[in-house]
Every structure is written in C-alpha cells, then in structure tokens.
Antibody
Framework: EVQLVESGGGLVQPGGSLRLSCAAS????????MSWVRQAPGKGLEYVAN????????YYVDSVKGRFTISRDNAKNSLYLQMNSLRAEDTAVYYC?????????????WGQGTLVTVSS | QTVVTQEPSLTVSPGGTVTLTCASS?????????PNWFQQKPGQAPRALIY???NRHSWTPARFSGSLLGGKAALTLSGVQPEDEAEYYC??????????FGGGTKLTVL
C-alpha cells in the first residue's frame, strides 16, 4: 500500500523558514517523480514544485521560485521542501504527492497534508 | 501567467448526468496537456479520479469518465450519487512538467 506522510508544518513568523518532510513507503521511491501541492484555507489547489527521480530536474511555480527548494533522499525514501522567506500568503496545507509510474504527470497518491501557518 | 478555468459551481439531481469542463488560457486543451481530474471532500486530501484525459484509476467508479470536448477537458458524471457532492479540480501539464490546477468546481447534488 502506497503511503505518504508529511511532517514539519507549524506556525512561523513572516520571513522565517520551515522544512517539510514526506516519508514514502509501499513503492519504489527512487523510480517516481514527486511533487508538492498546497491549498490555502478555503481556497483551491496550487501545484508548487516537482522533482525528477534522481533529483536532476526540478520545477517550481513562479510564486515560490528563489524561496523554496525541493529535494529528495532516495536512500531514506523521503521528499523535502525547504521554505525560506515565508510570507502570509504561503499559509496553506502542504501535500506530498506521487506521480504515475513511469511518467511525470498525474498524481494518483497523496499524503494527508501538513499545515503551515505564517503569522506574527 | 497560465490560467486554467473551471465552472465555479454546478448542481445536479441524483441519478442525473453532469459535465464539468476545464479550459486553458493558452487555447485548445489536447491530450498533450495530460488532463487529470480530482475529487475533494471537506477536510480530506484530494482523490485522483482520471489521468491522461480519459483513464480511470483502479479505484474510480465507472460513472466517472473523462474526455476532450469543444477544446476543453471534460469530466462527465453519469448516474450521480449523493456521495458525489464535492469539489472537483482539473490539472493540466504545460511543457510536460509544469502542472497548473483549475480553480475547482463545487458540485451540489440536489
């Protein structure tokens, strides 16, 4: 059974930093593209970032470029999102999601999310 | 900035049929955008329904179908059940890797 468990969320002041983690199990982590998706309170989904299987290629939505860094440790079956210079508008539930097997697209599996609140 | 547009809300009667659409600000949506559809109920993580335009996941009920319709991606629900009341999101991919979600459609079963 595919499982994705996010952690690391919490309350942080504007301008602060936070590192999210996603522990993966139930599949061969190193062979799948992984993504972060966020959802602000009462709002829709926003695709934040993705990372190829070996970490060689990464994509970021414009609103987080230069502030967020996606990374992975295939030996630990873990995905990360380093978030710096946080703003109030980054307040959201952050979901870790796995792509379809053998491809880049599709998000068949999701974690339950971790809440990040940016506020003074 | 690429914008993906969905109907904000739709209402359907139990047992009825409804079609949700997903348009791109760049023009006609084709299979090359790998349209995906997700269902989200309050307090829950999104659940994937359809990938690559029309492919159901193993857990997706047969009453959900995906297609391309009039230059847009479409999700059709046939024989709607009360439990289908939810928010539905489409996801399009640009350049093969850049994912953009639509704003979501709130489906009411009434």
């Amino acid at each position: 059974e595919v499982q994705l468990v996010e952690s690391g969320g919490g309350l942080v002041q504007p301008g602060g930093s936070l590192r999210l983690s996603c522990a993966a199990s139930g599949f061969i982590f190193s062979t799948h593209v992984m993504s972060w998706v966020r959802q602000a309170p009462g709002k829709g989904l926003e695709y934040v970032a993705n990372i190829k299987q070996d970490g060689s290629e990464k994509y970021y939505v414009d609103s987080v470029k230069g502030r967020f860094t996606i990374s992975r440790d295939n030996a630990k079956n873990s995905l990360y999102l380093q978030m710096n210079s946080l703003r109030a508008e980054d307040t959201a539930v952050y979901y870790c999601a796995r792509a379809l097997s053998g491809g880049v697209t599709g998000l068949p599996f999701w974690g339950q999310g971790t809440l990040v609140t940016v506020s003074s | 900035q690429t914008v993906v547009t969905q109907e904000p809300s739709l209402t359907v009667s139990p047992g009825g049929t409804v079609t949700l659409t997903c348009a791109s600000s760049t023009g006609t949506v084709t299979s090359g955008y790998y349209p995906n559809w997700f269902q989200q109920k309050p307090g829950q993580a999104p659940r994937a329904l359809i990938y690559s335009t029309s492919n159901r996941h193993s857990w997706t009920p047969a009453r959900f179908s995906g297609s391309l319709l009039g230059g847009k991606a479409a999700l059709t629900l046939s024989g709607v059940q009360p439990e289908d009341e939810a928010e539905y999101y489409c996801l399009l991919y640009y350049g093969g890797t850049q994912g953009v979600f639509g704003g979501g459609t709130k489906l009411t079963v009434l």
